[in-house]
């Protein structure tokens, strides 16, 4: 799982559409001034990240893609499944198009070995690891 870690750290690496809207970029708002002062204590705030990354990354994200669609996409896609489960994936983020190209290489670096390997485990790892990131980073902050 770490070669595709690494690999899905890499995304980051690739062009984007355009840059993310004015305040729809978390880590620039955590490395901000802004950010510093409004984390500052905000243990509240921490709750509503980590709930967050529970709700989207692992059972919004990786136990819907990979876990419940991935495995029934098989009947109507054959052996391309984790084809158009990685598409699906990438259209799931139209509301964020600058993302659209990261998460159309998403689907070989977590819906293939998801779909090789038959566990929907190794998607939520490796597509929660920039959450757990996130996460530090946001604790960091929070307790000073």
């Known amino acids: 799982m770490i070669p595709l870690s690494v690999a899905f750290a890499a995304e980051e690496l690739v062009p984007q559409i355009q840059q993310a809207a004015a305040g729809h970029d978390l880590p620039a708002?955590?490395?901000?001034?802004?950010?510093?002062?409004?984390?500052?204590?905000?243990?509240?705030?921490?709750?509503?990240i980590a709930a967050l990354v529970v709700f989207n990354?692992?059972?919004?994200?990786?136990?819907?893609?990979?876990?419940?669609?991935?495995?029934?996409?098989?009947?109507?896609?054959?052996?391309r499944d984790w084809l158009a489960?990685?598409?699906?994936?990438?259209?799931?983020?139209?509301?964020?198009?600058?993302?659209?190209?990261?998460?159309?290489?998403?689907?070989?670096i977590i819906s293939y070995p998801s779909r090789r390997y038959?566990?929907?485990?190794?998607?939520?790892?490796v597509h929660s690891a920039q959450s757990v990131v996130i996460l530090g980073a946001t604790l960091a902050l929070v307790a000073g």
């Open 118 to 125: 038959r566990s929907a485990l190794i998607g939520i790892v």
């Open 85 to 108: 489960n990685g598409v699906l994936f990438a259209v799931y983020h139209l509301h964020m198009p600058w993302v659209i190209p990261a998460a159309l290489l998403d689907t070989l």
């Open 57 to 79: 990354t692992v059972l919004g994200e990786g136990l819907l893609f990979r876990g419940l669609l991935l495995p029934r996409m098989n009947g109507v896609f054959g052996r």
């Open 29 to 48: 708002f955590l490395e901000s001034h802004a950010g510093h002062v409004f984390f500052d204590g905000a243990w509240g705030w921490f709750g509503v």
